[in-house]
């Protein structure tokens, strides 16, 4: 009995070990792919500001398609910088944080919502403050935001991305952070617009 047993404790100790290479290896790919985006989305995004473009979405109001870069998210209080990518499939918020289909743009008036993983773009989350400010940079200029309230929710509950009146931000990534597996919440950062925004003068205008 013994001679069958450790043949069968060799090979499960070996797939297990497999399992756990691939897994690894996995999970460096999918860094260092999105780490490789960012850098050349961050390039790209540094050069068409220079040139002050704006970008189709906001002059006409054209829908655009999963995946199209939209701009950056800036947390300095937290250490995030982070190029935005329109969707919430799972490749986009692999390489980025998501805009949320069926709200507003970023720049454009009402509630914009973004996603992100926690366990990445988002990770800077989970030591946000109330006041803490928020820059949102597209082709089209800078709008800034300040924290005015984090919450947790359940996964069914969508009243944050709801429109109330006024130009606001919000922030979605799943709770708690050091949770392993599928976590069962949401974390939700809601920011309001203030004076301090300032748009580029539109080219298109004169």
Known sequence: MPTLINPILR???????????LALSYV???LLDARLYQDEQARRFERELKETKLTRAE???IAVSEGSPLGRIEISAVGMTTMILEGTEEGTLRRAVGHIRGTPLPGQRGNVALAGHRDTFFRGLRDIRVNDEITLTTLNGSYHY???STKVVKPEETEALKDDG???LTLVTC???NFVGSAPKRFIVRARKHRKTATLANPLSK
């Open 28 to 30: 460096g790919y999918a």
């Open 59 to 61: 002059s006409s109001g």
């Open 11 to 21: 090979w499960s100790r070996n797939i297990l070990l497999i399992i756990g290479l």
């Open 166 to 168: 006024h130009d606001t």
């Open 175 to 177: 709770y708690p952070f």
């Open 146 to 148: 300040r924290v005015d």
